[in-house]
T-cell receptor, first 111, second 115 residues
Framework: GNSVTQMEGPVTLSEEAFLTINCTYT??????LFWYVQYPGEGLQLLLK?????DKGSNKGFEATYRKETTSFHLEKGSVQVSDSAVYFC??????????FGSGTRLSIRP | GAGVSQSPRYKVAKRGQDVALRCDPI?????LFWYQQALGQGPEFLTY????????KSGLPSDRFFAERPEGSVSTLKIQRTQQEDSAVYLC?????????????FGEGSRLTVL
């Protein structure tokens, strides 16, 4: 069945460090891929998405490229800020009705 | 309101009690989803509505779980005879598209604790 695997956290970085959160997936066909973010005390919200191979999603300085050959959708940011501290979820959509989420990666940024 | 609203935000139930969780989606959103999120885990799909029709309930863990959306807007997730393993955050999300490929807008969730 379809599944998403993302790197376990927590991840702790200093401000302005480079961030990578790994995500790989298993799916039939050609899924759409997403990163959702959950800031403290808030609901999940869409951060970025990509709908086909080699697409790059980007938002708020974050980027992720849909790599079909490696079945990956790694999240990157060149210079993180304290305000990026949150839980990040990789997700895919590949069937009629539901999005499947990874287990989440907690990111903490030190000033 | 502008976003997805869920109530109650927190619910404590004794084992065996019935609970009802409410979701008010964004006005005009056709699709409505319920997810269950255990501590430290990602959301797990429970069920999906397109307007008032429940098109997928494959994620409901047992027949104690029941969801409805009778008029195609507000939805209620009901859990009968609650068990300790039902303790989780229940998330509601809505979308303006009729498929799952569109952006989901999530509520803040209802945290259920079963004692």
């Amino acid at each position: 069945g379809n599944s998403v695997t993302q790197m376990e956290g927590p991840v702790t970085l200093s401000e302005e460090a480079f961030l990578t959160i790994n995500c790989t997936y298993t799916a039939t066909g050609y899924p759409s891929l997403f990163w959702y973010v959950q800031y403290p005390g808030e609901g999940l919200q869409l951060l970025l998405k990509a709908t086909k191979a080699d697409d790059k999603g980007s938002n708020k300085g974050f980027e992720a490229t849909y790599r079909k050959e490696t079945t990956s959708f790694h999240l990157e940011k060149g210079s993180v800020q304290v305000s990026d501290s949150a839980v990040y979820f990789c997700a895919l959509y590949s069937s009629a009705s539901k999005i499947i989420f990874g287990s989440g990666t907690r990111l903490s940024i030190r000033p | 309101g502008a976003g997805v609203s869920q109530s109650p935000r927190y619910k404590v139930a004794k084992r065996g009690q019935d609970v009802a969780l409410r979701c008010d989606p964004i006005s005009g959103h056709v699709s409505l989803f319920w997810y269950q999120q255990a501590l430290g885990q990602g959301p797990e799909f429970l069920t999906y509505f397109q307007n008032e029709a429940q098109l997928d309930k494959s994620g409901l863990p047992s027949d104690r779980f029941f969801a409805e959306r009778p008029e195609g807007s507000v939805s209620t997730l009901k859990i009968q005879r609650t068990q300790q393993e039902d303790s989780a955050v229940y998330l509601c999300a809505s979308s303006f598209t009729t498929s799952g490929a569109g952006e989901l807008f999530f509520g803040e969730g209802s945290r259920l604790t079963v004692l």
